[in-house]
């Protein structure tokens, strides 16, 4: 599975973006794909996933300010960031996982800067 990033880049505190996961490969044996992220000198956290079912999930930082959402038709995962603040600023990398006799096998793209300035 290739997972290629794009959508990244400087926003100002208030504002929008929205970054773009295309997925290539495997795509159908996949359970579920999301964004983490990582600030300097953080461990890499989880933002939100999205099931094949298209259940979602979010980290409590971000519920009220991200959508995550999926076109299946394009392998394409999306998501829409508002409100940005200054503690979103990271690298956000697009996640893929699978799971092989039941132990979960991640794909990581290659990461995509998001910085908001206040």
């Known amino acids: 599975v290739q997972l290629v990033e794009s959508g990244g880049g400087m926003v100002q505190a208030g504002g929008s973006l929205r970054l773009s996961c295309a997925a290539s490969?495997?795509?159908?044996?996949?359970?579920?794909m999301g964004w983490y992220r990582q600030a300097p000198g953080k461990q890499r956290e989880l933002v939100a996933t999205?099931?094949?079912?298209?259940?979602?999930n979010y980290a409590e930082s971000v519920k009220a300010r991200c959508t995550i959402s999926r076109d299946s038709a394009k392998n394409t995962v999306y998501l829409q960031m508002s409100s940005l603040k200054p503690e979103d600023t990271a690298v956000y990398y697009c996640?893929?996982?699978?799971?092989?006799?039941?132990?979960?096998?991640?794909?990581w793209g290659q990461g995509t800067q998001v910085t908001v300035s206040s």
């Open positions: 996640n893929a996982r699978r799971s092989v006799l039941g132990i979960p096998l991640d794909y």
């Open positions: 490969g495997s795509i159908s044996s996949l359970n579920a």
């Open positions: 999205i099931s094949m079912s298209g259940t979602t």
